[in-house]
């Protein structure tokens, strides 16, 4: 069965500081990784993707993938109340484009 | 307009009924996707689509069906509905192809299924 961890939360940061989300997967053929950030009764929204080992960034949120510890992070700078909701992970193994998704992280950013 | 529809947005319905939800899309993709969305569980995909000809189980296809009407529609049954289907149902689509940013799945606004 392939796995994709994330920690519920709540995380809670200050505004403006850095907000740190984890996941990690099973699978270590996987290939491709996503973020999704989804607000309560929304639907999720893509973040960032990332295919290869180390950071990606895209203005105020880095990815990063360590495909040997089969780990992969969301990083949000300058943390905002805006940036309050629930933060999915997903990964895609082998040649189909299916996704596993993590249950998510729930993220509350207080003024 | 949104690339992706999903009808209807809210159905309230009883134990034995037949429900279908729709979805559609303007953005050409080749490839659908069903998904249910439970507190605490995450996505878990129901059925997927990779072309009017491909119909493929997920991992929780059991108590539902679904149809493939054209390119830019597919069909969730749930033929004899249970409480135990109430959730949060999505429609994702994606292009053709394994790599770079035509992997990336696009979700639909969502229908909020309640059985009772």
């Known amino acids: 069965q392939k796995e994709v961890e994330q920690n519920s939360g709540p995380l809670s940061v200050p505004e403006g500081a850095i907000a740190s989300l984890n996941c990690t997967y099973s699978?270590?053929?996987?290939?491709?990784f996503f973020w999704y950030r989804q607000y309560s009764g929304k639907s999720p929204e893509l973040i960032m993707s990332i295919y290869s080992n180390g950071d990606k960034e895209d203005g105020r949120f880095t990815a990063q993938l360590n495909k040997a510890s089969q780990y992969v992070s969301l990083l949000i700078r300058d943390s905002q109340p805006s940036d309050s909701a629930t933060y999915l992970c997903a990964v895609r193994s082998g040649g189909y484009n299916k996704l596993i998704f993590g249950a998510g992280t729930r993220l509350a950013v207080h003024p | 307009d949104a690339d992706v529809t999903q009808t209807p947005r809210n159905r309230i319905t009883k134990t034995g009924k037949r429900i279908m939800l729709e979805c559609s899309q303007t953005k050409g993709h080749d490839r659908m996707y069903w998904y249910r969305q439970d507190p605490g569980l995450g996505l878990r995909l129901i059925y997927y689509?990779?072309?009017?000809?491909?119909?493929n189980k997920g991992e929780i296809s059991d108590g539902y069906s679904v149809s493939r009407q054209a390119q830019a529609k597919f069909s969730l049954s749930l033929e004899s509905a249970i409480p135990n289907q109430t959730a949060l149902y999505f429609c994702a689509t994606s292009e053709a192809g394994t790599s770079g940013t035509t992997d990336t799945q696009y979700f639909g606004p969502g229908t909020r299924l309640t059985v009772l």
């Open positions: 699978d270590r053929v996987s290939q491709s």
């Open positions: 689509s990779f072309d009017v000809k491909d119909i």
